[in-house]
């Protein structure tokens, strides 16, 4: 009998109205896979995701990891979500956000590996900056690091490189690879196909709300968006 997949995503449809939202995608992939969804905007990506990480309700269909519903409470701990933009936090220092984070979802711990990350992507000179006064660059390697507390086994990153410098990109790049290596599924959107291309094991293309093609090949990714937006 075949083993179940790491991360199974089933026939999931949401729709705000007939022309927007996302319509039965359907994928599963193994442990250590490192997923792109690619499209223009209002294609899906942002939808899909946020079902994925358990955010958002489908109005039909389930998605799971380590058979785990990823809507349920108990796959909290195992999940990583960096949300394309990040408010809830505006108020709170990038130390205090991060610890709240080790706190909620794991009970206090990983408080060394966050100093870590923080290290790692720059941030130090930040830490007890409130996180709305970060830039917008800034802002979104605290909620990378955020997404990786933990060593979750599935791991969200909605356009992670938007306003991010080449050295938050290289350390996502090194972060993104010791998650692989450790078993765990990344799903990322993003708008740079090089990026997506150079790091992913496939890439699933959404048009109006449903997938259009997938590509394993990053040399065929710019010939496949001219063919279908």
Known sequence: MEEPK??????ITKLYDSQSGVADIHFACDAGKIISVIG?????KTTLLKIIAGILKADTGSVSIDEYDTSEYMA??????????????????????LYMISDYKYD????????QAVSEFGLSPYLNKAFGRLSMGNQKK???????????????LD????GVDTSG?????????????????????????DFAGGISDFCIFLKNGKIAAVEQKPRQLEETWKRLY
């Open 169 to 193: 990109i290289l350390t996502l790049k090194q972060y993104i690879r010791t998650a692989q290596d450790n078993g765990s599924v990344i799903i990322l959107s993003s708008h740079i196909l």
């Open 159 to 162: 356009e992670p490189t938007n």
């Open 40 to 44: 223009p905007n209002g294609s899906g």
């Open 6 to 11: 790491m991360l199974s995503v089933n026939h």
């Open 76 to 97: 909290r701990r195992i999940i990583g979500y960096m949300p394309d933009s990040l408010s809830l936090a505006h108020g709170l220092t990038v130390k205090n956000f």
């Open 142 to 156: 605290v909620s990378m690091a955020a997404a990786f507390i933990g060593n979750p086994r599935l791991i969200i």
């Open 108 to 115: 206090g711990m990983f408080k060394d590996a966050i100093d």
